[in-house]
């Protein structure tokens, strides 16, 4: 049975950094991602590493603050999150995909986790 199981959600100051991790459960995949859901928003991309972490991307709002990485000694995903905005504030989901990247829809990801809450205060 897969499993996402995301923590390190909290409350910040803006500016300050937040390290969020998902631990993977039940198989390995090939692309493994970030997205978040800002209260009264779509679902959005953050960022996404291949398997071997040799491949990444990121969305523009994100780029140069945000660094995702995968452990796969113990098939953890983390973000990185530094220079925090109060628009970064959002549920953050890890999601999982059987694809290879690009991917930064939705509908690409096959396995999500149940979320993890950032709110950034001003």
């Known amino acids: 049975q897969v499993q996402l199981v995301e923590s390190g959600g909290g409350l910040v100051q803006a500016g300050e950094s937040l390290r969020l991790s998902c631990v993977a459960s039940?198989?390995?995949?090939?692309?493994y991602a970030w997205f978040r859901q800002a209260p009264g928003k779509e679902r959005e991309f953050v960022a996404a590493s291949s398997w071997r972490g040799d491949r990444k991307s990121y969305a523009d709002s994100v780029k140069g603050r945000f660094t995702i990485s995968r452990a796969n000694t113990d098939n953890t995903l983390s973000l990185q999150m530094n220079s925090l905005k109060p628009e970064d504030t959002a549920v953050y989901y890890c999601?999982?995909?059987?694809?290879?990247?690009?991917?930064?829809?939705?509908?690409?990801?096959?396995?999500w986790g149940q979320g993890t809450h950032v709110t950034v205060s001003s």
């Open positions: 039940g198989r390995t995949f090939s692309t």
């Open positions: 999601a999982a995909a059987s694809r290879r990247l690009p991917l930064t829809g939705q509908n690409d990801y096959e396995y």
